[in-house]
């Protein structure tokens, strides 16, 4: 099962900042906060991971708390195309499978 | 830019047939995946594939499953006995072995529709 609770929906408003909260509390040292979205059916797409620091790449910014328990997932400007279901999922670095839970639907809207 | 592709887009087939879907993954990665998603619910794991063994499997995939790399480009996922609740979409997906960030990508999916 997923070690990971996230809100089922959220809208936004295209422009704006999308913040997709998570929360993993038994989250283990060794574990990473990996993110992915899923657009309408087609395949998961990876967005970003941390272990505690926060990180930024030209898709989305992670913030991860001190105690590692929750993040956030940071969309700076949203658009239409970021409508999709995120995914917050915590497992160890490496080949280990992914294990996905229900997500966020994130409505972006005009 | 890379893409795992996946081969047929759409398949419809009896139940109790066999079907075979394809997969060609990125051409530098060596771990492969197969995932499913039933309609309306979560995407699962069925199996991974590392130097031409299974490296872990869920209990999705029981006999009626199996997996192979016929060639040095595709990977396959075939059910031998095709049931109603086989219907969903499989996703298939690969991986570096090691350094980076060991990202999964995922291919567009292969939808199974057993009547």
């Known amino acids: 099962d997923a070690k990971t609770t996230q809100p089922p929906s959220m809208d936004c408003a295209e422009g704006r900042a999308a913040n997709l909260p998570c929360n993993h509390s038994t989250i283990s040292g060794n574990e990473y906060v990996y993110w992915y979205r899923q657009i309408h059916s087609q395949g998961p797409q990876y967005i970003i991971h941390?272990?505690?620091n926060n990180e930024t790449n030209e898709m989305a910014s992670l913030i991860i708390t001190e105690d590692r328990k929750s993040s956030t997932l940071i969309l700076p400007h949203a658009t239409l195309r970021d409508t999709a279901v995120y995914y917050c999922i915590v497992r160890v670095k490496g080949n280990t499978p992914l294990v996905f839970g229900k997500g966020t639907r994130l409505s972006v809207i005009a | 830019e890379p893409e795992v592709t996946q081969t047929p887009s759409h398949q419809v087939t009896q139940m109790g047939q066999e079907v075979i879907l394809r997969c060609v993954p990125i051409s530098n990665h060596l771990y492969f995946y197969w995932y499913r998603q039933i309609l309306g619910q979560k995407v699962e794991f069925l199996v991974s594939?590392?130097?031409?063994?299974?490296?872990?499997k869920s209990e999705i995939f029981d006999d009626q499953f199996s997996v192979e790399r016929p060639d040095g480009s595709n990977f396959t996922l075939k059910i031998r006995s095709t049931k109603l609740e086989d219907s969903a979409m499989y996703f298939c997906?690969?991986?570096?072995?090691?350094?980076?960030?060991?990202?999964?990508?995922f291919g567009p999916g292969t939808r199974l529709t057993v009547l």
């Open positions: 594939f590392y130097n031409n063994e299974i490296s872990e």
């Open positions: 997906a690969s991986s570096v072995t090691s350094g980076g960030p060991n990202e999964q990508f």
């Open positions: 941390g272990l505690k």
